[in-house]
Every structure is written in C-alpha cells, then in structure tokens.
Nanobody, 123 residues
C-alpha cells in the first residue's frame, strides 16, 4: 500500500511563498497536487503533476507561479508556490498513481491520496 504524507502548509500574506512536500512510500509513476477550495467537494482540482520522466502539467491558474519537482532519491515531491494570492487559499492534497498522469491523476482519479495540508493566504 502506497502512503503519502504532506507537510509545509501554513499562513502567508499575499505575494509570499510556501513549499509543500509529499513523502511517498512505494512505487508511483505520476505524482501531483490537488486543492480543495473552501466550500467545495473533497477531490478539488488538480493544480500540478509530474511523472517519472519529469514531464509536468499545470493548471492555468497556477502556471508561472507554482513549480512541481521531485527528488527521486528521497521519494519526495514538492510544490513551490510563489506570488501567492488569497484565492490560492485551500486544503492542498498530495496525490499519486501508478499510471500516466494524463489518464489518472489529471482526470481527478489518482489511486492514492495524502491527508491534506492547509494553505491560507491573507490579503
């Protein structure tokens, strides 16, 4: 069973930065991040994904501000968030899947989920 553990959430002022981390135990091909905006359903929206070939996908709302990366040796992937806006406030979930990102995680159906970490951006 693959387990994902996130860390790095918190509160920051608009324009600031945060880095989320996700430790992955077990094999996955695609890794990424979802966010659940306040008052919306659990699954939320995928904001970034990366696969073992280092191909990345970004939601247009975060492209150019967020960067997803991974450290294969440590089985950790990161979401570096910069130029944060109040509308980025959400619960962020780490996710992963053994399949290709475009046919699994990016469609909202990753096999594995983390427990979530809150990001709050104040104006």
């Amino acid at each position: 069973q693959v387990q994902l553990v996130e860390s790095g959430g918190g509160s920051v002022q608009a324009g600031g930065s945060l880095r989320l981390s996700c430790v992955v135990s077990g094999y996955t091909y695609c890794m990424g991040w979802f966010r659940q905006l306040p008052g919306t359903e659990r699954e939320g929206v995928a904001v970034a994904a990366i696969d073992l070939a280092n191909s990345t996908i970004y939601d247009p709302s975060v492209k150019g501000r967020f960067t997803i990366s991974k450290d294969n040796a440590k089985n950790i992937h990161y979401l570096q968030m910069s130029s944060l806006k109040p509308e980025d406030t959400a619960m962020y979930y780490c996710a992963a899947d053994p399949g290709a990102c475009a046919s699994s995680l990016w469609l909202g159906a990753p096999r594995y989920w983390g427990q979530g970490t809150q990001v709050t951006v104040s104006s």
